[in-house]
């Protein structure tokens, strides 16, 4: 698991909002330090937003004293006690929680990250085989988690729907399904994701890559196109 913090991961020179609304599409799980004036900010409270619409789980953390607002009322909360904190300290800048509540806290992101992946990709499913239908086609969900149909020519196809940012990893997990997928005999293999809020030179990226992977990747907005080919 890698971490993510804006002060530090973004380089200079690059467009700040633009990256970060990036990354965050890449983002398994949101932790939300709910201290005094965190929810005051005008950013703070569009990124809670943006992370809150796109599914994205949240875990809030919140300081000793303090309640949830409206704003933050979709996330999952963890109220924290003085105790939580070595001496009791939790105002000074050299605050730091105990050993006990951090391995707490750990277990309950790993909880929260698994239900967030899951829902994603079952939105993406959704979304796509809502869609398949009403073009005509009997789309199958694998045990595996990706989608065989039949082309208009009877030629069959696979489709391995993607949370986050497609790259070189996920590539290399989709030709570890190829395995499983060709024993259905599809001759195509499709990753389906969702572009939004991913920065166009990534976009760019990934149209290169079509020309030249067997595996393509198609945007979940280009659905019809897909299904119009086939």
């Not at 398994?28 to 330090?33: H, K, S």
């Not at 395995?179 to 809020?197: G, L």
């Not at 890559?209 to 990747?217: C, F, G, N, S």
Request: charged share 25%.
């Amino acid at each position: 698991m890698t971490f993510f913090l804006d002060t530090h991961s973004i380089r200079p020179g690059e467009p700040f909002q633009e990256e970060l609304w990036h990354r965050l599409v890449d983002t398994d799980i949101v932790v939300l330090l709910h201290t005094p004036g965190f929810l005051g900010s005008e950013w703070t409270r569009e990124e809670l937003a943006k992370a809150s619409a796109m599914s994205i789980g949240i875990l809030q953390l919140i300081w000793p004293g303090h309640t949830i607002d409206d704003m933050s009322s979709l996330c999952f909360p963890k109220y924290l006690k003085d105790s939580d904190f070595v001496a009791g300290n939790y105002t000074s800048a050299n605050t730091s929680m105990t050993d006990d509540v951090i391995s707490a806290i750990t277990s309950d992101v790993e909880a929260l990250r698994a239900r967030s992946l899951a829902a994603r990709q079952d939105n993406i499913i959704k979304e796509f085989m809502s869609a398949a239908l009403a073009y005509g086609f009997s789309p199958v969900l694998q045990p595996e988690k990706f989608i065989t149909l039949h082309k208009k020519s009877g030629e069959e196809v696979s489709v391995i729907p993607t949370v986050g940012v497609p790259h070189a990893f996920t590539y290399n997990q989709s030709e570890e399904l190829v395995k499983k997928i060709r024993e259905s005999k599809s001759t195509a293999v499709y990753i389906v994701y969702d572009h939004r809020n991913i920065r166009e030179k990534w976009q760019a990226h990934l149209a290169w890559l079509d020309v030249y992977l067997p595996v393509k990747a198609v945007k979940v907005t280009d659905l019809d196109t897909l299904f119009n080919s086939f």
